[in-house]
């Protein structure tokens, strides 16, 4: 191979290469530029994820971490204590939120990267909905709350609402619609699940009200 042809060869690949490993340097640098603090953030959603808390100021400081988790059922999300530090004072209790990489519903298989951005928002402000209303309960209250939920679909309605709530009065009213449109006008769904979602949730036109009172 002549002197100038490797050079160009060389020359190709710097072209090639350059742009990918600016785009990478450059996102990295965005994403340490946000500074999350006290929070682990798989790279996959950490835009998604910015967005969402930087509705919730009240959570600046609460060690959250998200991590991928496989085979959560009946969701895509789940927020909970940590249990080592459930019984910690509530200044220094820590979160995680669970997510799957991939789910199933009725054989319909959904994953991250399938999942529109605004919709992944929506999820994570709910999950944070969640974190908001475990900040004020004693570990004790947090154990009868664990209970309460895997006995009674009355408490998982409230809870779920709750948390619904909590997203739509800061600020995510129109990423939990998304959330919910995307789920309730899936033609591959079955109707049992959909049933299930308005069941449990906020309707979209409940969370219109409430993003009318919130204005």
Known sequence: MTS??????????????????????????QKDSLKFSNKIVPDAIWRETYVALSHYPELKDVPIEFKFKKNIKKSFMQAQPKIGGLFKKRKNRGYLVFINEKFTIDDEEFDITSVPSEVLVGWIGHELGHIMDYLDRTGAELLWFGMRYVTSKNYIREAERAADTYAVNHGLGEQIIATKNFIL??????????????????????????????D
Not at 13 to 20: G, Q
């Open 4 to 29: 100038l042809l490797k050079r160009s060869l060389f020359l190709l690949i710097f072209i090639l290469i350059l742009p990918a490993c600016y785009a990478q340097q450059s996102t990295m640098q």
């Open 185 to 214: 006008n899936h033609s591959r769904l079955s109707d049992t699940y959909k049933d299930r979602i308005q069941e449990l949730y906020l309707s979209p036109e409940e969370i219109m009200a409430l993003i009318d009172k919130v």
